[in-house]
C-alpha cells in the first residue's frame, strides 16, 4: 500500500472518528444517554512529512483540546474541527462547503460501473459505494433512523429504468447554474442571484462540476429543462421550481418533503449527484 493510501486511510479514521464525537455531542444536548468513543492512540498510517501529515498533526491537536462539557460546547467544538478538517482535505472539499454547507442538500460521487449510469445513481441513493477520490460528501440522512422506513430517504426514486421520463439534459452552463442555485433554501429571501458573492458561488459550482471533466453529461428533474436546456436557474430563483419528483412522499419523524431539485453528473468513471430538498 502506498503512502498517499496511508494517509487517506488516516485521514478517513479521523473524520470518521470526528462524525461519532458529532453524533455523541448531539445526543448529550437532547439529554439523551451517550457513549463517547475515545479517540484513537496513533495518527495511522502517515510516515512521512507532507500535507497530509500536518493536517492529521492539525487535527489531533484540535481533538486533543476539545472540552468534553458543557453539551452544547463539546457539539460546537467537534462540529468546527470536522468542518475544517474536511475544508483543508481537498481544494473541492473546500468549495463544496462554501457553496453547500448550510442548505438541505444530498452530495455524492461514486464509481460509474454499469452502462445504464442510473444503476450507479441508485447505489449513491442507497449509500451503497464510496466517493472514489475520498473527497466530500454532504449526507445529513445517512445515519437517519427514517432510513429504516425508506432505505433510500430522503429519495423515492423509481427503479433505473424509469430515471430518463424524469430527467432532462442540461448544457454545462445550464449545469453550473443548477448547482450554484442549491446555495439557497426554499424559503429563502436571498437569493443567489442577488447575493454579493454570486459570482463566487458560481465559480465554486463550476470548480465541482469541473471534476467530472470536459465530456461530462448533466441531467436535471427540472421540467423546464425540457425546453431550454441551457435554463439560468440563478436568474429564475430556486422557489417554485417545477420537478419530476425523487423524493420520498412518507411523513417521517414529522417531516414532509415536498420541494426539490436534482443534479446529475456522469463521466466515464464517476457519477455525481447533487439534490437539493425542501422539507416542513
Known amino acids: 500500500m502506498s503512502t498517499a493510501d496511508d494517509d487517506r486511510i488516516a485521514l478517513d479514521l479521523l473524520d470518521a472518528h ?19 468513543p475515545e479517540a484513537p492512540r496513533e495518527l495511522g498510517g502517515a510516515a512521512t512529512d507532507g500535507a497530509a501529515t500536518e493536517l492529521l498533526r492539525w487535527g489531533y491537536g484540535e481533538l486533543a483540546g476539545i472540552p468534553r462539557s458543557p453539551a452544547d460546547v ?25 457553496l453547500l ?3 438541505y442538500v ?42 429504516y ?29 443548477a448547482l450554484a442555485v442549491m446555495a439557497e433554501e426554499w424559503g429563502d429571501d436571498r437569493p443567489v442571484r442577488n447575493r454579493p458573492e454570486r459570482d463566487a458561488l458560481l465559480a465554486d ?17 427540472a421540467r423546464n429543462a425540457a425546453s431550454d436546456p441551457a435554463r439560468d436557474f440563478v436568474r429564475a430563483g430556486l422557489k417554485g421550481t417545477r420537478v419530476h419528483g425523487f423524493i420520498t412522499g412518507a411523513y417521517i419523524n414529522g417531516l414532509d418533503l415536498l420541494e426539490e431539485l436534482g443534479l446529475i453528473a456522469v463521466s466515464g ?12
Open 149 to 177: 422506513a425508506v432505505p433510500t430517504y430522503p429519495f423515492g426514486p423509481p427503479p433505473a429504468a424509469g430515471f430518463r421520463d424524469r430527467l432532462h439534459e442540461l448544457e454545462p452552463a445550464g449545469a453550473v447554474t
Open 205 to 221: 459550482a463550476r470548480f465541482l462540476l469541473d471534476r467530472y471533466g470536459p465530456d461530462a453529461q448533466f441531467w436535471t428533474n
Open 74 to 98: 463539546f457539539a460546537r467544538s467537534v462540529g468546527s474541527t470536522i468542518m475544517e478538517l474536511r475544508r483543508r482535505r481537498s481544494p473541492w472539499n473546500a468549495a463544496a462547503l462554501r
Open 106 to 147: 444530498f452530495l455524492a460521487t461514486g464509481p460509474r460501473r454499469h452502462e445504464d449510469w442510473a444503476e450507479d445513481v441508485l447505489a449513491l441513493m442507497h449509500r451503497e459505494v464510496p466517493d472514489p477520490r475520498g473527497w466530500l460528501r454532504i449526507d445529513a440522512d445517512r445515519t437517519n433512523d427514517a432510513r
Open 18 to 36: 470526528l462524525e461519532d464525537l458529532w453524533r455523541a455531542a448531539g445526543e448529550l444536548q437532547r439529554g439523551d444517554r451517550a457513549v463517547v
Open 269 to 280: 468513471d464517476e457519477v455525481g449527484v447533487f439534490w437539493s430538498f425542501g422539507a416542513y
Open 101 to 103: 454547507e448550510d442548505p
